[in-house]
């Protein structure tokens, strides 16, 4: 679905794996975010991989954190040679706060400050209650929540206290209707939604601008093929959609990057849904998705 071609469909650039786009376009200046510094969770592959392109591009040097050094590895690599901007490949479990702290002091060692902060890191299945053992309900409250308190706490009394800067949350819309198999990833964004609001409160007098992007299904990622997009989409029901498609890695990266750069100044506290409208429509399927579920259990035990 989402690849270069969609070009003259009016879509941007984008590619399913994770690798970098052979073109780019600029919608913003190239310069937008010049000098900049930007640390992003889960920035090894899916939207995370993509947002850090998509600075790279606009002039930014990033960190990406996650637990799979081998991986990052690899993708800081690639990122480099595509856009010539420094890409830091760090080892980071975002429910382990001394991770962070060591993480943070080895960016400011090795790039000198940190602008921007991406809580990207995030961990979801279909799985309905019934069947969510107690430990699986945590580990993802822990990893998105906790994941996300952790990562901002830290880069806030290190950096951005006296030096102001931006925090992007990536969320979801799956709390909105109270999606089916999705208490568990629901409940963590909304308390997410929520912490948005607090720290954009409490942090702004400190010029720290705190802000969410929602995304819907977005084609080329873990979360999807998990989430039954593929399956989904090949039985036509984004079509309910307004936009009637699923999104594109690229376009999750530029909502994030205007809420992160100064084109979104006077920006703090918002929620931006980048779904297509799917929230709005979408029909919220328990039989659909139990099936999806069920396919799921048994590739698991294959």
């Known amino acids: 679905m989402a690849d270069e071609s969609q070009r003259g469909e009016g879509l941007p650039e984008d590619v399913m794996t994770d690798d970098c786009m052979t073109t780019y376009t600029h919608l913003y200046s190239p310069d937008l975010l010049k000098d900049n510094v930007a640390f992003i969770t889960g920035g090894g592959s899916g939207i995370g991989f993509r947002i850090a392109e998509v600075f790279m591009r606009h002039g930014c040097d990033v960190v990406i954190a996650s637990r799979n050094l081998e991986r990052l590895t690899e993708a800081a690599d690639k990122l480099t040679k595509a856009t010539g901007r420094r890409c830091l490949a760090l080892a980071v479990d975002v429910r382990q706060p001394d991770t962070i702290n060591a993480a943070v002091d080895q960016t400011l060692q090795e790039l000198g400050r940190i602008d921007i902060l991406i809580n990207n890191a995030a961990g979801n299945f279909l799985c309905p209650a019934s069947s969510l053992s107690f430990n699986a309900f945590k580990t993802v409250l822990e990893i998105d929540t906790m994941g996300t308190y952790n990562t901002s706490k830290v880069v806030y009394d290190k950096w951005l206290k006296d030096h102001g800067g931006a925090i992007v949350n990536i969320s979801a819309t799956l709390g909105y209707r109270g999606q089916a198999l999705q208490v568990h990833a629901g409940s963590a964004k909304a308390a997410n939604d929520a912490m948005t609001k607090h720290l954009a409160v409490e942090w702004g007098p400190n010029g720290v601008r705190v802000n969410t992007v929602a995304p819907g299904p977005i084609s080329g990622t873990e979360g ?72 799921e259990m048994k590739r698991d035990k294959k």
């Open 224 to 295: 999807y093929r998990r989430l039954g997009g593929p399956h989904a989409e090949n039985a036509g029901m984004f079509s309910s959609i307004p936009l009637q498609r699923a999104g594109n890695k690229t376009e999750m990266a530029h909502a994030v990057l205007f809420l992160s750069s100064r084109a979104a100044s006077y920006v703090t506290g918002s929620i931006l849904v980048a779904d297509g409208g799917a929230w709005l429509t979408s029909a919220n399927d328990v039989h659909r998705l139990l099936g999806l579920w069920s396919s």
